[in-house]
């Protein structure tokens, strides 16, 4: 028994000191076959970047911009409003009606740039052409095309004001321009049917047309439009006595432009080519990107090349972990940003750019990713980094994929453009509505040849 005691203890101590070899830890790598090791690795991929200037955007924007600003980095934007109108439904105005006026009601919550800086403004009634509810409208419209300025009787109201002589409310501010006595005629003759179809309001009335052509430092957030026709009726009654009585009351008839017709915000850029030379002039390259329709960047992700060098193992399959496209703010710390700085920015297929916003698309990780706003302290010089991040992981994949599918190698290169946008989202925080920004939102980003800077792209990928 002692014997059988002493042999279990030897096997024991054995098989501890077979457990304590060093090579334990490879004993994973040693049953398995060293053509399934998985390899995990990481790349940095050097980026191509340019302007790309915008000639129009598609908006059915919530508020607009009425005026004209210039700032020295982003150049000057200029911008008016058509307008149709909702007319009340089968109304009828009443015997014995007054005319008193018509007026344009303009609503705003906010001005941008200077408070005291004069703005002129010019209504004109739309005579050529209006639009069509759901037919989406570029923003560089021509103006010829809706109105005939030449026509002076088109011109029914103007006034001279600044962002401060506006009245208030509670919860706006507002400026009111007096119509002419002419237009304010056509609606006191009007035939009541006019007011059963909209078809038949809109061929007797197209819209407005609200411009400046005066002043260039302030733009007008306008939330709200309305037109006010005020008159009077009159009517008998009988007094305590018999006698009969006159009643005169005094109402109002609003028409409003709201969301069940059309607006379009029209912008101008008029000193894109002196904002192109300066840009192009930099001893470093930046890029702007600046709204509304005025500025972008063009990225180019080397799609070939990233699977080349990931792939070069073609006996293995390829994993993406993660995958992420930085672009810097440039000197963020430094410079004194005259605009708001975009919060949300979009990368997006330069090809599908007027088909998303048109057709009112939501982001997806293969056509258009949204960024996120990040900052992180520089060792190097102490300062805080600011930056635009983009998870492009799904989209290289997408890309990989469909080389494969259709038998063919990636392009060389695949063109993409950073967008400032806004965003709508739900209770539960998705996104339910993207938009090219119309407000002024502008920055600057330091572009794929910067030298402190550049635009990357860093891929961790496994091989298995």
């Known amino acids: 028994m002692k014997n059988r005691i002493t042999t279990l203890f030897a096997s024991f101590l054995i098989l501890i000191t077979a457990c304590n070899d060093s090579n334990i830890t490879d004993m994973g790598s040693n049953i398995q076959p060293p053509g399934d090791k998985i390899l995990v690795d990481q790349k940095r ?7 790309y200037f915008v000639n129009f955007m598609y908006s059915r924007p919530d508020s607009f911009l009425l005026g004209t600003f210039y700032d020295k980095n982003y150049g000057t934007v200029h911008a008016d409003i058509f307008a149709q109108v909702e007319h009340p439904k089968n109304h009828i105005y009443p015997p014995n009606t007054t005319p008193d006026s018509i007026l344009l009601v303009m609503y705003y919550r906010k ?3 200077d408070k005291h800086a004069p703005m002129h403004v010019s209504v004109y009634e739309m005579n050529k052409a209006t639009f069509n509810f759901s037919t989406p409208y570029p923003t560089n419209l021509n103006p010829d095309h809706y109105v005939d300025r030449t026509n002076q009787s088109l011109l029914i109201g103007e006034k001279t004001f600044t962002a401060v002589d506006a009245k208030g409310k509670a919860d706006s501010t507002y400026v009111v321009i007096k119509l002419s006595n002419e237009f304010m005629q056509r609606f006191t003759n009007i035939d009541p049917v006019i007011y059963t179809k909209d078809s038949l309001f809109l061929d007797f009335f197209k819209g407005l ?5 005066f002043g260039s430092a302030s733009m007008l957030y306008i939330r709200q439009i309305d037109m006010e026709y005020h008159h009077s009726y009159t009517y008998t009654t009988k007094k305590i006595s018999g006698q009969d009585s006159i009643v005169k009351v005094n109402v109002s008839v609003s028409f409003p432009a709201n969301s069940w017709v059309r607006q379009v915000n029209r912008f101008l850029h008029p000193d894109k080519n002196s904002i192109i030379s300066q840009l192009e002039s930099q001893p470093e390259q930046i890029h702007h990107i ?3 329709a005025n500025i972008y960047t063009r990225i180019s992700l080397p799609i070939k090349k990233m699977q080349e060098d990931m792939e070069s193992d073609v006996s293995k399959r390829l994993t993406i972990n993660n995958a992420k496209l930085r672009v810097d703010i440039n000197n963020l710390n430094e410079e004194n940003f005259p605009q708001p700085i975009p919060s949300n920015v979009m990368l997006i297929r330069e090809s599908s750019l007027n088909r998303f916003f048109a057709k009112r698309e939501l982001p997806s990780d293969t056509c258009a990713i949204l960024g996120s706003y990040a900052y992180e302290k520089n060792s190097d010089t102490g300062q805080t980094d600011y930056y635009y991040s983009f998870d492009i992981a799904g989209l290289i994949a997408h890309e990989f994929k469909q080389a494969k599918i259709n ?4 392009p060389e290169k695949t063109d993409f453009l950073l967008v400032p946008v806004r965003i709508k989202t739900n209770s539960g925080g998705s996104v339910t509505a ?8 502008a920055v600057t980003i330091c572009g794929g040849n910067h030298p402190k800077k550049p635009i990357k792209a860093n891929v961790v990928f496994s091989l298995f």
């Open 45 to 51: 991929f050097d980026i191509r970047s340019e302007n």
């Open 111 to 113: 001005y941008f740039g």
């Open 209 to 213: 047309y609200i411009t400046t052509d």
């Open 290 to 292: 600046s709204s509304p």
């Open 407 to 410: 038998n063919t190698t990636p």
């Open 434 to 441: 993207v938009s090219q920004q119309f407000l002024l939102n």
